[in-house]
């Protein structure tokens, strides 16, 4: 199988929070570069634990590092609030003022791509 | 080593005040009790930016504090639209002075709201919101929700403190005497602990507040056999939970403000909450983020009448949020120039909006470097608020609380920095009168 849609949804973690002053760390970046997904879509997926995925949606693609936790329904993933799932975010709020951050449409499938580092995702936008 | 008492946590919007830290050689080396696992990692301090600095040929170059506001200056005056984003870690003081500074240049202000309690801020315009101070919570609340939100992992302290866990006045037993109600799409350490969660279907936060208010107002029949994912066995129990309590308490995330229909999720909340009154006594509460989110939207109300999104523009302050807003801005390429206070865009703005910041001249203001930074022309370092400098904060429940200094410092203060750019800006002005 080649990928899978899913609903992608973002959020703090302690880790995340512990780590908002010190953006540019080792730490911040295998706590946030990751994506959590139930253990039967990681299979279906043909991915292990530490493996990368490429999650795309309408906005963009993200490599991230998929990690299990079924407490994630099955078809839908979770990536910690952070740059590598605002990769994939749009910037458009329907007039409303906050962007979806929750609840995005996305495809996501195994890769042997790496993650970029957080000052080379900054640097994406620089075209 | 001094053990310093009573100190104010500058992390999240709990801004707990019985922290315990030891300081030795101006350094904090422990933090003894108070904080949780987030509040000690900041008390306990990160790498700093070291110095004023100014990007040419495309690194950055460190200077003096003077040549950096001086250039700060410069890139404001001359900006057309400067988009002044920010301001949710750092005290009312400095806030105030962004607000000059918004007026004097025409300006829009935005602050961190506009991406995280936004949307319950236009709620609560519409339709006001019953709610009360953390402490009536902890002294009164026997059912506590939380609805969208995991505060085992984003407020660690909130539950211990403040809500369920906690022990009050009417609420001596703690937990043994309280219910918690958990209402989130998929398992956390938060959902664990309650005694019902209530796994919705993400994005149909909606409809359920509408069955839950349907049940309360006595139309239980009009609510069908499942309501957006979840049973209505299910919804009949909460609402029964609701009728036999004496005092509920919602607080709710961003799993409801991030969230497809944003702003009317909670206006629903609030209505639910509404209908809980025909019961019993019942609170709604935003769980809110950054330590000052509450003081900026606070400082922003009382200085220009609206909470957030200000654009001066038009020499008055006009307010259209999803238009000023400094996400929608940036998308919409609606802004020359960026400063960027206590806060970081580079991190938690989508993608697309980061695009347009790469282009335009953007000054930092902040103690740490974040991606933020490499967007950054002109960066100034400030002192660490809360344990540099002191000044007045809003908890999430709106009380005022004082920030403390802890340590000495050669940093500037952001108020200091804020009223050194504006008076290098009103005397650019000048000159350029003469």
Known sequence: MEGMNVRLISGRTAVQGQNLDSKLTEKYFVEVARCDMNGNDMEKLGVAKDDTVKVTTAYGAVIVKAKQDDGNPEGMVFIPMGPWCNAVIS??????????????DARVEKTAEAILPVKELMRTYMG | MVEVTDVVCSLCGCVCDDIVVEVENNEIVKVKRGACSVGKSKLLGHERIKSPAIRENG???????????????????????????GWSSTVCEADKVGVELTEDLGAVMDNTASVCHGPSVLAINDVGLPSCTLGEVKNRADLVIYWGANPSQAHANHMKRYSYVSKGYWTAEGKKGKKMVVVDVRKTMTTKMADVFVQIKQGYDYPVFSALRAILRGHEDVVPDEVGGVPKEQLLEVANMVKESKFMMTFFGM??????????????????????????????????????????????????????????SRGYAWYNPGEQSATDLLYRADCDAAMIIASDPGAHFPGESLKHLAKIPVIQIDPYANPTTEFADVVIPAAVSGIEAEGNVYRMDNIPIRLRKILDTDYLPDEE????????????????GE
């Open chain 2, 59 to 85: 690194e950055l170059r460190e200077c003096s504090y003077d040549e950096a506001i001086k250039k700060a200056a410069e890139i404001l005056y001359k900006s057309r639209r400067p988009l002044l984003y």
């Open chain 2, 417 to 432: 920095i804020l009223e050194r750019i504006l008076t290098e800006i009103r005397a650019m002005r000048e000159k350029e």
């Open chain 1, 91 to 104: 910037g458009d709020t329907h007039g409303a003022g906050m962007p979806s951050f929750k609840g995005v």
């Open chain 2, 255 to 312: 799993g409801v403000t991030h969230t497809g229909a944003r702003h009317n999720n909670i206006v629903n909340a609030i209505q639910f909450t509404r209908a809980a009154h025909l019961h019993t006594k019942a609170n709604i509460m935003p769980l809110r983020g950054h330590y000052n989110v509450a003081g900026i939207n606070q400082v922003c109300t009382w200085e220009t009448g609206f909470p957030f999104a200000i654009d001066m």
